[in-house]
């Protein structure tokens, strides 16, 4: 049996971490350890830290490397240091509370890499008002039979409609295959005033691309070609990955900002542990400036009234 890498001693920002199993291999195809992956976070730590700062935040973690199993963790294990920052959220399914990971700074990032946290999936809201999102979620999802092609045109689409609506939205690679728009909103509304605002989103866009985009919320109801533009990706707990974080792939893919003229061009493939930090330190964090451009929902919202959507937070009935 091989013997265990000793442990790096780490001090991030004033803060120790201590790394242990720094030279076990995380990403199969070209071998990169639980070190590149540190690596890889301190080098774009302004971007992460601004994808996740102040939100509760669902830790994607890979105990033995992407190729081991995965485990979705919401509560900060007992022992965590003193310095961590967490916030308190309620599941009322269970009736439950979790005190969640709620970073404020790189080192509770690289905490979170030293317990082999691989993803970061936060909330689209934050501390000070966990109920009220303050991001509205635009999740291009390509269904197994969907080209990329398609989500470029459908990118485009959606370009022009928030263009109509005056709203500034901030593209991202999702990381697998499919693309991801973030907008800034006002922290005013629950969480089902949110996605019925976004699934009047997605039925606007698939009025002007029918033939690239479904709204149906059933999956025996989509076309393997289509892609679906998920809304349900703004209720209450609902994740995905955040801006600059790895996703759990052999070859590190992370989930990347890009600029709406690249999304012609571009290939998520080409976005990993290894490319992104020299793409990072030339161009700087594309979602700068996100927390400035504010969009109201009250346009989408008169939509949902005008297509008869139901009331906030329900879920489309079983045919």
């Given at each position: 049996?091989?013997?265990?890498?000793p442990?790096?001693?780490?001090e991030?920002d004033?803060?120790?971490v201590?790394l242990?199993?720094?030279?076990?291999?995380?990403f199969?195809e070209r071998?990169?350890?639980?070190l590149?992956?540190?690596?890889?976070?301190?080098a774009?730590?302004e971007?992460?830290?601004r994808?996740?700062r102040?939100?509760?935040c669902?830790?994607?973690?890979?105990?033995?490397?992407?190729?081991?199993?995965?485990?979705h963790?919401?509560?900060?294990p007992?022992g965590?240091?003193?310095w961590?920052?967490?916030?308190r959220?309620?599941?009322?399914?269970?009736?439950?509370?979790?005190?969640?990971?709620?970073v404020t700074?790189?080192?509770?990032?690289?905490w979170?890499?030293?317990?082999?946290?691989?993803e970061f999936?936060?909330?689209?809201?934050?501390r000070?008002?966990?109920?009220?999102?303050?991001?509205?979620?635009?999740?291009?999802d390509?269904?197994?039979?969907?080209?990329?092609?398609?989500?470029r045109?459908v990118?485009?689409?959606?370009?022009?409609?928030?263009?109509?609506?005056?709203?500034t939205?901030?593209?991202?690679?999702?990381?697998g295959?499919?693309?991801?728009i973030?907008v800034?909103?006002p922290?005013?509304r629950?969480?089902?005033?949110?996605?019925?605002?976004?699934?009047?989103?997605?039925r606007?866009?698939?009025?002007r691309?029918?033939d690239?985009?479904?709204?149906?919320w059933w999956?025996?109801?989509?076309?393997?070609?289509d892609?679906f533009?998920?809304?349900?990706?703004n209720?209450?707990?609902?994740?995905?990955a955040?801006?600059?974080?790895?996703?759990?792939?052999?070859?590190?893919?992370?989930?990347?900002p890009?600029?709406?003229?690249?999304?012609?061009?571009?290939?998520?493939?080409?976005?990993?542990?290894?490319?992104?930090?020299?793409?990072?330190?030339?161009?700087?964090?594309?979602?700068?400036?996100?927390?400035?451009?504010?969009f109201?929902?009250?346009?989408?919202?008169?939509?949902?009234?005008?297509d008869?959507?139901?009331?906030?937070?329900e879920?489309?009935?079983d045919?």
């Amino acid at each position: 049996m091989a013997s265990k890498s000793p442990a790096v001693e780490l001090e991030v920002d004033g803060y120790p971490v201590r790394l242990t199993n720094p030279d076990r291999v995380y990403f199969p195809e070209r071998g990169e350890t639980k070190l590149d992956l540190v690596n890889y976070y301190l080098a774009v730590s302004e971007g992460i830290v601004r994808a996740l700062r102040e939100r509760p935040c669902m830790m994607h973690r890979f105990p033995e490397g992407v190729s081991g199993d995965k485990v979705h963790q919401k509560r900060v294990p007992q022992g965590a240091p003193p310095w961590l920052e967490t916030v308190r959220v309620h599941f009322p399914r269970y009736d439950r509370y979790a005190n969640e990971l709620c970073v404020t700074k790189i080192a509770e990032v690289i905490w979170a890499v030293q317990m082999s946290t691989v993803e970061f999936h936060p909330w689209n809201s934050r501390r000070a008002d966990t109920e009220r999102p303050d991001e509205w979620r635009i999740d291009l999802d390509p269904m197994p039979e969907c080209p990329f092609d398609r989500v470029r045109r459908v990118a485009g689409v959606a370009h022009e409609v928030l263009d109509e609506l005056g709203a500034t939205g901030w593209p991202k690679t999702s990381g697998g295959r499919g693309l991801h728009i973030y907008v800034r909103i006002p922290p005013e509304r629950p969480f089902g005033e949110v996605r019925r605002a976004a699934h009047a989103f997605a039925r606007e866009v698939e009025r002007r691309a029918p033939d690239d985009v479904t709204s149906e919320w059933w999956r025996r109801d989509r076309d393997p070609k289509d892609l679906f533009i998920d809304y349900n990706q703004n209720a209450r707990d609902h994740t995905i990955a955040a801006a600059y974080s790895v996703r759990g792939f052999p070859d590190a893919r992370v989930s990347t900002p890009v600029r709406w003229d690249e999304i012609a061009d571009v290939d998520p493939r080409d976005f990993t542990i290894a490319t992104v930090p020299k793409r990072f330190a030339e161009l700087g964090d594309l979602h700068d400036g996100i927390d400035d451009a504010v969009f109201a929902l009250d346009p989408l919202l008169e939509w949902a009234d005008r297509d008869g959507l139901g009331p906030s937070g329900e879920r489309p009935k079983d045919r």
